[in-house]
């Protein structure tokens, strides 16, 4: 029995279903839910994140949890240090995978689990030095010092694991096993412990902290769909080794670059301000990287998309129209909140406390720079995903010289401010760059399949 077909009026083009079913305001909501679901999951993961804190900083108080919040910063931060950029790579290469050989994803995702492993047990060894050469000689060794090394590694699996699954066209999944459910898992073992917690102090917090994220981590072997079932771990042999490494270690870089391009300027700032002007700058901070954070997990959703789109003879149309795609989904959900929080910084400064109203110039500042940055698009997600982290990371480079070279000469005479614009131009001239540079070699790589034979 043959489908109805719609009948096309005289002189127009033929219908197809296909075409039809595109132009439905069904198909273009349902689009709009699963590219926006992820951002909504991971705004689930920040809220544990922060009733955890909360939960914390009550049982505990400001001084006995300060340790536990120091090492858990210190750790989330160098989380992709750590992967060593393994998960980049996986958001690249997994999609090339799942269209070319699909029974290999699963082989590959264990290869780069385990050299991601290995990399995080070196530098989680750093940290256990590092809380060794910090505690006072009396004391000696204490079992929490070795947690920093367990936790390294679970949260770089984590991130592996995120990322492949977003690469698989399952970013809502994704989010869940990268980041929903150790923060999850987290908030849950606090609020049953909280009662203990004064017992734990932060050294069992921080064994609370470090579970949550191991049980995280293994649990996503079972995520739906079966591709990681066969092997966890896995080692890949030497020249699949050397390409990981080759591959990695430039996004490595991005991710070292990008985290000092904040933190070098900021100890600028501590140094040469008052310590009132500092809480202010960090709490805009704080507001402003909700933004962020939502702006990350919209992009994320296209970079499997943009890795196909590369692998096109012709890779600049497709590429940059689904770079564009980003770039309108992301400014139609943050736009209007990031309005808001230019039109009313005052207010919503205020509620860490009446004192932080006087950043209100501070948290203005930030959000237009984040409206700049949603303007000018997913700039990491293109050039790593045309194949280009190594200029990505050169770009990093600079970025950091602009970032403290700027800071050092405009923060000691206007303050955060003057780091906020320094940030601003060393960010935003990344943008420019990087998307000239993109565009440029695609055009390049196009005109030479022109003239070849």
């Known amino acids: 029995m043959q489908s109805a077909r719609a009948t096309p009026e005289p002189g127009s083009a033929p219908v197809t279903p296909g075409a039809a079913s595109a132009l439905s305001p069904d198909r273009w909501i349902g689009r709009a839910l699963r590219t926006l679901m992820p951002s909504a999951v991971r705004m689930i993961g920040a809220g544990f994140q922060f009733l955890s804190t909360v939960m914390v900083a009550r049982a505990l108080g400001d001084g006995p949890s300060a ?22 790579v996986a958001l690249r290469d997994v999609p090339r995978r799942e269209r070319d050989d699909p029974g290999s994803v699963g082989g590959f995702v264990a290869d780069l689990r385990g050299v991601a492993l290995a990399i995080s047990v070196l530098l989680g060894l750093v940290w256990t030095a590092y809380a060794l050469a910090r505690q006072s000689a009396p004391e000696g060794p204490r ?51 909280t009662y203990l917690a004064p017992q734990l102090g932060s050294p069992g917090v921080l064994a609370l902290y470090t579970a949550s994220f191991v049980v995280g981590a293994a649990l996503a072997r079972y995520a739906p769909g079966g591709a990681f079932r066969a092997r966890f771990l896995s080692w890949p042999g030497p020249s699949e080794l050397r390409r990981l490494l080759a591959e ?38 704080r507001i402003s990287l909700l933004f962020v954070v ?38 139609l959900t943050l736009a209007l909140p ?13 509620i860490f406390g009446a ?47 602009i970032s403290v070279g700027l800071s050092a000469l405009l923060v ?14 060393a960010f935003l001239g990344e943008g420019v760059v990087g998307v000239a540079y993109a565009v440029a070699k695609m055009r390049a790589l196009e005109r030479r399949k022109e003239v070849s034979p």
């Open 67 to 88: 340790a536990f919040f120091f090492w858990s910063s210190v750790l989330m931060t160098s989380g992709p240090i750590a992967s060593f950029g393994l998960e980049q």
């Open 143 to 193: 079992l929490w010092h070795f947690l920093p090394l367990v936790a390294q590694g679970a949260i770089a699996l984590a991130l592996v694991n995120g990322e492949s699954l977003k690469a698989l066209s399952k970013p809502t999944l994704g989010t869940v096993y990268g980041h929903v459910l150790p923060t999850g898992l987290f908030c849950a073992f606090v609020a049953t412990g």
């Open 248 to 285: 990695g270690l430039p996004i490595c870089c991005v991710s070292l670059f990008g985290a000092l391009s904040f933190i070098v300027p900021l100890a600028i700032c501590e140094q040469t301000r008052p310590a009132a002007e500092i809480a202010h700058l960090t709490a805009a901070f």
């Open 294 to 331: 939502i702006s990350v997990a919209i992009h994320s959703v296209f970079a499997p998309a943009l890795s196909r789109s590369a692998e096109e003879s012709a890779p600049l149309r497709p590429v940059m129209r689904v770079y564009g795609k980003a770039i309108a989904i992301a400014l």
């Open 338 to 350: 990031l309005a808001v929080g230019m039109a009313l910084p005052g207010p919503i400064m205020s």
């Open 355 to 401: 004192d932080f109203a006087e950043g209100a110039g501070h948290l203005r500042l930030l959000l237009l720079l984040q409206l700049l940055s949603l303007i000018m698009g997913p700039v990491p997600y293109l050039l790593l995903m045309t194949g280009h982290s190594r200029f990505l990371a050169k770009l990093g480079v600079l970025k950091l010289v």
């Open 412 to 425: 000691p005479g206007i303050g955060p401010t003057g780091m906020i614009a320094a940030m601003g131009v």
